[in-house]
Each structure stands twice: as structure tokens, then as C-alpha cells.
């Protein structure tokens, strides 16, 4: 089984540019996250997305993060712009699809994000 | 959310068990403790869970009191490559919900 797949792995950016992240989680998963782990720190959950609709956005920073996952399967998060404190690692995870307990999360391999 | 306490580190001899300890006091009655671990470049990887039973599978055994305030995850014959940051993450209120701590930096020595 193919496991959750993440592109770029590594991105280097000026402050105020943009970017821009992909993931392909695993197939039959309809519910996908999206964590920004800081340097020494736990990832922290940013978007939570239930096939296509989102279900937890609360600690994204909407006024430059935005995510998307229009077809229910693949998803995008994109910083615009970005800022000196978004260096970090930004990971993807899936799971079958529960929303109200907690099941397995599977994770991708991440994107280094580091911002200059 | 119950809130977790775990060693900042730990180290443990190759071959030997490792234990690493949570407390999670405030857990309540009816949620689940996950253990997730994360090798150094890679994403958290699941380990076990349970409830109030132990449990244990191919990777580890979970220990976890009567009541329930605490728990144990044993690594019965550690290796090198479970040198990793260990995180005990009890199950929250709001539902399909991780959320970490600093977890417990386990470093196998041989």
C-alpha cells in the first residue's frame, strides 16, 4: 500500500514570496490534515479536511495560509506571503475518515520549508 | 483536552527494554491513549493504542494503570533505529483530533 505522498521535500524561499505544498494521501482516506512542526517543537495541527470540506481550521493563520482539496483526494496548502517565522516542517497525514474519535493517522514525509 | 507529562529524554542500552512513562491524568474515562513516534526527517508514525486493557503488537506493548492516569510504553528489545521523539497523546473531546506534546527523545546507545 502506498503510503501518503508529499512534494516538494525541501523549498527555500525569500520572506514576503510565495509557496505552495502538495499532498496525495493514501487512497480510500477521506479525511486529510495538514501540521506545521516549528524547529525542537510537536507538529501542530493547521487544517482538517473531511473529503472535501474542511473541518478544523482553527489555528490556521487565514490571513496567508490558505488549503484546498477540491476533489476530495489530493490536497494544496500555499503561504502567501511568506514570513521568516513559517520555517518549518509542514506535514500531511490521512485516515480512513472518522471525525468525532480519533483513529490512525498515517503521515507523508514532509516539506522543509525554510523561509530567508 | 487531557494534559500529558514525559520525560524530556532518555537513554537506552541496544538490546534492552525501554520504558518510557506518561501521565495523563486528566484523561477521561471513556479515551483512548495514543503512542505515535518520529524518527529524525521522517513524519510521526503510529505504535499502539488502548484503553484500558494493556495491549501489545509487533512493534511494543502498552501498559496502563487501573487508573488510568498513567501509562507505560515498552520497547522489549530496542534497537538503533528506534532512536526517535516519543509522543503519548491521549484522545481528546474534539474528536479525530492529535495533539502533541514535546515527547519523550529516546536515544538508543550501543
Known amino acids: 500500500e502506498a503510503g501518503v505522498a508529499q512534494s516538494p521535500r525541501y523549498k527555500i524561499i525569500e520572506k514576503r514570496q510565495s509557496v505552495a505544498f502538495w499532498c496525495n494521501p493514501i487512497s480510500g482516506h477521506a479525511t486529510l490534515y495538514w501540521y506545521q512542526q516549528i524547529l525542537g517543537q510537536g507538529p501542530k495541527l493547521l487544517i482538517q479536511?473531511?473529503?472535501?470540506?474542511?473541518?478544523?481550521d482553527s489555528q490556521l493563520p487565514k490571513d496567508r495560509f490558505s488549503a484546498e482539496r477540491l476533489k476530495g483526494v489530493d490536497s494544496t496548502l500555499k503561504i502567501q506571503p511568506a514570513k521568516l517565522e513559517d520555517s518549518a516542517v509542514y506535514l500531511c497525514?490521512?485516515?480512513?475518515?472518522?471525525?468525532?474519535?480519533?483513529?490512525?493517522?498515517?503521515f507523508g514525509p514532509g516539506t522543509r520549508l525554510l523561509v530567508l | 483536552d487531557a494534559k500529558t507529562t514525559q520525560p524530556t529524554s532518555m537513554d537506552c542500552a541496544e538490546g534492552r527494554a525501554a520504558n518510557l512513562p506518561c501521565n495523563h491524568s486528566t484523561i477521561s474515562g471513556n479515551e483512548y491513549v495514543y503512542w505515535y513516534r518520529q524518527i529524525h526527517s521522517q513524519g510521526p508514525q503510529y505504535i499502539i493504542h488502548g484503553l484500558k486493557n494493556n495491549e501489545t503488537n509487533e512493534m511494543a506493548s502498552l501498559i496502563i494503570t487501573e487508573d488510568r492516569k498513567s501509562s507505560t510504553l515498552i520497547l522489549p528489545h530496542a534497537t538503533l533505529r528506534d532512536t526517535a521523539v516519543y509522543y503519548c497523546i491521549p484522545e481528546g473531546k474534539y474528536g479525530n483530533k492529535l495533539v502533541f506534546g514535546a515527547g519523550t527523545i529516546l536515544r538508543v546507545k550501543s
Open positions: 479536511f473531511q473529503n472535501n470540506g474542511v473541518v478544523d
Open positions: 497525514a490521512s485516515s480512513l475518515g472518522g471525525v468525532r474519535r480519533m483513529e490512525t493517522q498515517y
